[in-house]
């Protein structure tokens, strides 16, 4: 390893240049990764303003309305968005993979373009998310007491914290997609199949534990007293430990034909 | 190019066809290496090493900077040369053919009175 | 002279198959070199190995004098085009066409346009949609624009008319010329390339069976037709490519006769006939079949 600085002081090598190479591939159809997660943002909204006007038409009473709109703040309507990052995440590596190899591109290059795309998006999708959180709020639900970025989830935090527990939601996502396209990327469909049954086994596993020993009880005490910021934290772990398997996993990946 | 004989060879018969028949006058430039191998499709590599034969004989010198030339008395030498490879690849085979048929020396050259007769006829019909 | 690719006991092995065993080969700079063999002999494993896009079970590899795995400084002098490339599902020529530049520093926007001229390619239409020739239109292009110092093309013309391949032969010999550099053009079509090719190597079943100049390959081999009893006695001694009989005549692939050999096998009644860099090819990978066939 010693001769690689010798080398490298003789050539001019710009490793960051190239790492921004791979974002811009990323980005370089700004359509799919822009353009139609807000489309798709958009649509939802306008379904569920739809739905939201006409539950403000119908129910004429109105205690009646409250407890409508008390239900409206469980809306799950933005999870899409979410899933779709995740998709994101998948494709963007599983697809940009092997064109990024072909472009004479390392695999750590490859990874650590992808990990700045992925930071760049979820705080680009945060900001947006905190913005129509904020715009909700003001409007009183959009004019009709409807809940989609104010949902319950999200907790009642200022906007920044809201800022903060989008965009490590979307980081999480995007990281998660990455580690199963890392994962099918070098083992295939099997690795995959694995990977999941192995994931439903440790999930079915916990819950079991919950159960035998009664904790449910903290486990949503646990959520209570963490808060919106908790979160957040905690989930930088999941999507630490996703991006330094998802590398681990891809920097032994061949692209196969 | 003919696939089974190796094409720089062919590449130097090309120059000097061309010598021969006139087509490239003595002192005059020859296409450059590169034009050769786009004309011929072929690697320009394989083009230079045939020019480079020629240049090894003396049929073609190279002007620094500028590029190949048809040396003096290149089309002279290149007759010489191509008459004794007549001699060896031509005439030999044919007399000695012609012995085996048993033709005589005079039957053979009235064969080629003949058949030279024939192609002039040829010619001015 | 230096080596733009050197590989020295290269040995692949997938579970029990060798794909590559034991390749030892040198690639000269500046020079155009064919990588030709059956599919399915390692061909593209050959070439995933040298660009560090797979992982050898054993052996080394140099390129330009580093090893290529996971370097940057070197493999960003690379490009290589593969048959199989895969490309995002909502590409388009115009995206692979404005990102190529990001990656080869001496990407050559003008002669990618007039490519994309040339090869008729509409850039607009997704990848996915385009034909298996327009598909391998996009890798050519991209494989002569960049201009890198050491270019492969993996059967880069598949689905490629006749007048497109001439395109793509034509413009590579004029680019190459303007600008040398090292190519490697692995392909099954070999009349078609090797008056394109400096070198050749072949390789069957993994393993290389020919690293030689084509021009010294060309005529290295004859045949030899006449009655059996005939060819029988004058190949004996002779390492024997090929035997064919039919009723009492023979015809056999030889290698290299000597002039006074030439001379004995036409005393002895025998028709001698050259052998094209394809047909020594076929021969000496055994199996005519499947070559003859594409061709």
Redesign the interface.
């Given at each position: 390893m010693t001769t690689t600085t010798v080398?490298?002081l003789a050539?001019p090598?710009r490793?960051t240049s190239?790492i921004g190479?791979v974002v811009?591939?990323h980005l370089?159809?700004k359509?799919?990764i822009i353009g139609t997660p807000l489309i798709i943002l958009g649509f939802i909204l306008l379904v569920n303003v739809a739905i939201w006007a006409i539950i403000a038409a119908s129910v004429t009473d109105a205690s009646d309305l409250a407890d409508a709109q008390e239900g409206l703040q469980w809306s799950g309507a933005s999870f899409y968005l979410f899933i779709y990052m995740m998709v994101l995440g998948i494709?963007g590596v599983s697809?940009?993979f092997?064109?990024a190899?072909?472009?004479?591109?390392?695999?750590?290059?490859f990874y650590l373009g992808t990990a700045a795309t992925w930071v760049l998006l979820s705080v680009f999708f945060g900001a947006v998310f905190t913005l129509l959180a904020v715009v909700e709020t003001a409007t009183g639900g959009w004019g009709l007491g409807g809940r989609m970025f104010t949902a319950v989830y999200f907790g009642d935090g200022v906007w920044y914290q809201r800022f903060l527990l989008f965009t490590a939601a979307f980081l999480f996502f995007f990281f998660f997609g990455t580690v199963i396209a890392a994962i099918y990327s070098r083992w295939r469909v099997t690795g995959t199949l694995v990977f999941f049954g192995i994931l439903t086994v440790l999930l079915v596993a916990l819950a079991f534990l919950a159960t035998v020993t009664r904790s449910w009880p903290e486990v949503g005490n646990w959520f209570v007293v963490n808060g919106a910021p908790g979160l957040v934290a905690w989930s930088l772990v999941p999507t630490v430990i996703s991006a330094v398997a998802g590398y681990a996993v891809l920097?032994?990946a061949?692209?196969?034909? | 190019m003919d696939e089974s004989r190796p094409i720089f060879l062919q590449i130097a018969e090309l120059i000097e066809n061309d010598i021969i028949a006139g087509g490239l006058a003595e002192e005059e430039q020859v296409p450059s290496t590169n034009e050769f191998a786009a004309f011929h499709r072929i690697n320009p590599a394989t083009a230079g090493k045939g020019v480079n034969l020629l240049v090894d004989d003396g049929v073609l010198y190279k002007k620094r900077g500028i590029g190949m030339f048809v040396a003096s008395g290149a089309r002279e030498r290149l007759l010489h040369k191509r008459r004794d490879e007549f001699r060896t690849e031509f005439v030999q085979p044919l007399i000695s053919e012609a012995a085996k048929l048993g033709l005589s020396r005079s039957q053979l050259i009235a064969m080629i009175r003949d058949d030279e007769n024939s192609i002039r006829k040829d010619d001015r019909a | 002279m230096t080596a733009a690719v050197e590989v020295s006991g290269l040995t692949k092995r997938f579970g029990s198959t060798t794909a590559v065993n034991e390749a030892t080969f040198t690639v000269e700079e500046n020079t155009i070199h064919g990588l030709l063999g059956r599919n399915g002999a390692g061909k593209t494993t050959l070439m995933q190995l040298i660009t560090g896009q797979d992982f050898a079970t054993s052996g080394s590899i140099r390129i330009f004098g580093e090893h290529p795995v996971e370097n940057s400084g070197v493999l960003r002098r690379v490009c290589f085009i593969k048959e199989s490339q895969k490309y995002p599902d909502d590409f388009k020529p115009k995206h692979v066409f404005e990102s190529a530049p990001w990656f080869f520093e001496n990407w050559d926007a003008e002669l990618a346009a007039r490519l994309i001229e040339d090869f008729r390619l509409p850039v607009n239409r997704r990848i996915k949609k385009l034909s298996r020739g327009q598909t391998s239109a996009v890798g050519v292009i991209v494989g002569l624009a960049s201009r890198a110092p050491l270019t492969f093309f993996d059967e880069p013309y598949l689905g490629l008319d006749a007048v497109a391949r001439q395109i793509f032969y034509d413009r590579l010999l004029e680019d190459y010329a303007e600008h040398p550099r090292t190519i490697i053009l692995s392909t099954h079509l070999i009349d078609e390339v090797s008056s394109l090719l400096e070198h050749v190597i072949v390789i069957d079943d993994g393993r290389i069976i020919i690293d030689q100049d084509s021009d010294s390959l060309r005529g290295s081999a004859t045949t030899v037709v006449g009655t059996g009893t005939a060819v029988e006695s004058f190949i004996a001694g002779h390492e024997v490519l090929h035997l064919d009989r039919i009723g009492g005549l023979a015809s056999a692939t030889i290698g290299q006769l000597t002039p006074a050999e030439r001379a004995a096998a036409t005393t002895a009644g025998l028709e001698l006939t050259p052998v094209s860099l394809q047909q020594l090819i076929v021969r000496r990978t055994g199996l005519a079949t499947e070559l003859e066939k594409s061709a």
């Open positions: 080398t490298e050539r090598s490793p190239r190479s811009r591939l370089v159809n359509a799919s494709l697809a940009t092997p064109l190899l072909g472009f004479s591109v390392t695999r750590r290059d920097r032994r061949t692209p196969r034909g | - | -």
